[in-house]
């Protein structure tokens, strides 16, 4: 089964911390990719920019609208993904335990619908 290990930030957190800590932090994110990679169990995972930096898009009457940033005001951000196979939920939860920010933030861990031709 695919599972989704979500990764959200607050970037208050994210701004307190120094160079040594931040270079850790990332050493961690190199180390559980390793891991899973050599598992079998990565599908794939993307780290995202600063939600500063979106955009949205609304379609109203088949009208597209683009405004400028995120589509809520949150005090986390959604901050990038894991998209990995693993045999047990409790399994993706051990992963997900591995990711450093699980230690300040949050990480959800959602199983992925596989339908129709439609797997990634």
């Not at 800590?21 to 995972?45: C, I, K, M, N, Q």
């Not at 088949?62 to 940033?69: E, Q």
Request: some cysteine; glycine content about 8%.
């Amino acid at each position: 089964m695919k599972y989704l290990l979500m990764i959200t930030v607050d970037p208050t957190r994210l701004d307190s911390m120094g160079e040594a800590e931040r270079t850790a932090v990332y050493a961690e994110h190199d180390a559980l990719v390793a891991t899973v990679r050599e598992s079998g169990e990565l599908v794939g995972f993307v780290a995202l920019a600063d939600p500063a930096n979106s955009r949205t898009v609304r379609v109203r009457e088949g009208v597209p609208a683009v405004t400028d940033g995120p589509y809520v005001e949150a005090k986390e951000f959604f901050a990038g993904y894991y998209l990995l196979d693993c045999e047990t939920p409790g399994r993706a939860e051990e992963l997900a335990a591995l990711i450093p920010d699980a230690r300040f933030s949050g990480v959800e861990v959602r199983p992925v619908m596989e339908s129709g031709g439609l797997e990634m």
